[in-house]
DNA sequence: GGCATTGTGTAGTAGTTACTACACACTCAC
DNA sequence: GTGAGTGTGTAGTAACTACTACACAATGCC
């Protein structure tokens, strides 16, 4: 499996596999883009600084083509939406996150289909 | 349906309700035993305060034997320990948090004790 | 009526979060 | 060789989080 990365080693590596062909990418248009400082990137990209908050985050997620989800889990986040809906229901949602701690990806992945195609 | 209490509102019932007939629920009591200053449990009662951090609100918890999740809820925080689970697999949890959203609740229930027995 | 206990008011604070602003040195194109 | 663009270093900060410490007035108990 590939080593995990930090999150700033995330962002070093997607931003330079895609500036080697597309000059947009250079740390200074992408910051602009997401609406930061580049020093401010700079630092987050060498893990010097903790990541962003979750705005940034996303931002860069667009900007990067990458899934947000996944950016905010390498910045030890959780998205507010997915937390709104636990907190709607924190008993049920609770117990059940719980339940799936230890099952495998593709038990996990079943149920997910499951409850979109609505087998209920 | 019950109006949704605000977390001090609800920590005032539930304490409030245990000392018409102990005594060791007062407000300075069960501060103490949830190792933080009277007054400021007294101002987070009111709602003047902030809710206070997961600990304390897991001590406030065990002090009053009410849910830790559903009171980290009312303090909109959900449990680190359930955090810990979702950015170990973001994606997967992600999906299916978002698709049981709008599921009833004795559907998602239906789905832990499927998980819980087994059924797999 | 005095001591204990109760809840609350006021004031303060150390630590963290989430950044901005600006200057500098290097490289590259032409 | 100069102007544009690159990444980085230094310095600072406003707002928020998560509390403590102490004093005070009211009530309860015997």
Redesign the pocket.
């Known amino acids: 499996m590939p080593k995990p990365l930090t999150f700033g080693q995330f962002l070093r590596e997607s931003r330079e596999s895609k500036?080697a062909t597309d000059?947009g990418f250079?740390?200074?248009?992408v910051a602009e883009r997401a609406?930061?400082?580049?020093?401010?990137?700079?630092?987050i990209?060498?893990d010097?600084?903790?990541?962003?908050?979750?705005?940034?985050i996303r931002q860069l997620a667009v900007e990067l083509s990458e899934d947000p989800d996944v950016l905010l889990a390498l910045a030890g986040k959780v998205s507010s939406d997915l937390l709104a809906i636990i907190r709607s229901r924190p008993r049920l949602f609770a117990d059940l996150i719980r339940q799936l701690k230890s099952m495998p990806d593709h038990a996990v992945l079943r149920l997910v289909r499951e409850v979109r195609d609505g087998s209920w």
Chains 1, 2 share one sequence.
Do not use: D
């Open positions: 500036v000059r250079s740390l200074r248009k609406g930061i400082e580049p020093s401010y990137l700079s630092k990209e060498r010097e600084q903790p990541p962003p908050g979750e705005a940034v």
